[in-house]
């Protein structure tokens, strides 16, 4: 498996656009990277995944480079309800069934 | 409703007495998880199952136990708790692994287990 590093904590406010960067340097190339979005006392879910350039749904939008070699996670217009940990996965495609999260990010945003 | 169910909730119990977590999924998934959450170590995975039958070692197993004898079910099994076990667990199913292309996971609401 890949081993990511993300940032520890991050901090935003109301309105702003958050950037979280996932670095993961020993990336496969079967390798897809997935955000998960965490709140206190529940358990993880999907938010996006991504295998190169960009992505988009209705929540995030996932950023990748063309080295792969790291992924940003943008949230448009956070608000307070954005607060959680943010896991960034990245596993590879074939039937090793591990997977590990991570320590994720956690992402505070203030009034 | 797509879900998968944990149960119980919440339980306390004493040090060396044998408890069952159960976890059931709906969406007809091959792969299920449990992993444990503890303070500022993220998620680590205590065993997975890619299939009935078919269980393998996560990162943290010692002291565990699982079985997978039919798809929809997946129980944590500790046979004496100890207090390090305290923790928060949760169970996850999928297709395929987590970040598998095209795979998105499911986590069940969580059990809060406090061994003392």
């Known amino acids: 498996l890949a081993k990511t590093t993300q940032p520890i904590s991050m901090d935003s406010y109301e309105g702003q656009e958050v950037n979280i960067t996932c670095s993961h340097n020993?990336?496969?190339?079967?390798?897809?990277i997935t955000w998960y979005q965490q709140f206190p006392s529940q358990g993880p879910r999907f938010i996006i995944q991504?295998?190169?350039t960009k992505v988009t749904n209705e929540v995030a939008s996932l950023f990748i480079p063309a080295d792969r070699k790291s992924s940003t996670l943008s949230l448009p217009r956070v608000s307070l309800s954005d607060t959680a940990v943010y896991y960034c996965?990245?596993?590879?495609?074939?039937?090793?069934?591990?997977?590990?999260f991570g320590d994720g990010t956690t992402l505070t945003v203030k009034p | 409703e797509a879900q998968v169910t944990q149960n119980p909730r919440y339980l306390i119990t004493v040090t060396g007495k044998k408890l069952t977590v159960t976890c059931s999924q709906n969406?007809?998934?091959?792969?299920m998880s449990w992993y444990r959450q503890d303070p500022g170590l993220g998620l680590r995975q205590i065993y997975y199952?890619?299939?009935?039958?078919?269980?393998d070692k996560g990162d943290v197993p010692e002291g565990y136990k699982v079985s997978r004898k039919e798809k929809r079910n997946f129980p944590l099994i500790l046979e004496s708790p100890s207090p390090n076990q305290t923790s928060l667990y949760f169970c996850?199913?999928?297709?395929?692994?987590?970040?598998?292309?095209?795979?998105?996971?499911?986590f069940g609401q969580g059990t809060r287990l406090t061994v003392v």
């Open positions: 996850a199913s999928s297709l395929y692994p987590p970040g598998t292309g095209g795979t998105e996971a499911f």
């Open positions: 020993n990336i496969a190339t079967n390798d897809y």
């Open positions: 991504g295998y190169k």
């Open positions: 996965l990245v596993a590879r495609n074939t039937n090793a069934g591990k997977s590990t």
């Open positions: 969406m007809n998934h091959e792969y």
């Open positions: 199952s890619m299939n009935v039958e078919v269980t």
